[in-house]
């Protein structure tokens, strides 16, 4: 599988926390249908609003997700990972 960091900004007005918290569970239930696993999800401080760190079996399945999210009013930038060390045998080769 592979590794992906998204930068998510909301683009639709949150009406309360309950909304949001509903929407996260929502998005968490339709990863879990694409066989996405959601390793971790950070509210963060600056241009974006939130980050996730999810495995995906392959890019279309990364696609689907990104829709998924981008369906509940919010824009999502997704880029794929790789750990350094694996990035240094690429380097090497």
Excluded: C
């Excluded at 600056?46 to 495995?55: N, Q, T, V």
């Amino acid at each position: 599988m592979a590794k992906y960091v998204a930068l998510i900004d909301i683009r639709e007005q949150i009406q309360n926390s309950q909304e949001l918290a509903s929407t996260w569970g929502d998005i968490r239930a339709e990863f879990n249908e694409f066989g996405v696993d959601l390793e971790g999800s950070f509210a963060i401080l600056g241009e974006y609003d939130f980050m996730l760190i999810f495995d995906a079996p392959d890019r279309d399945t990364a696609f689907k997700a990104g829709i998924a999210v981008e369906s509940h009013g919010m824009d999502m930038q997704t880029m794929e990972i790789i750990p350094m060390d694996e990035f240094a045998q690429l380097v090497e080769d």
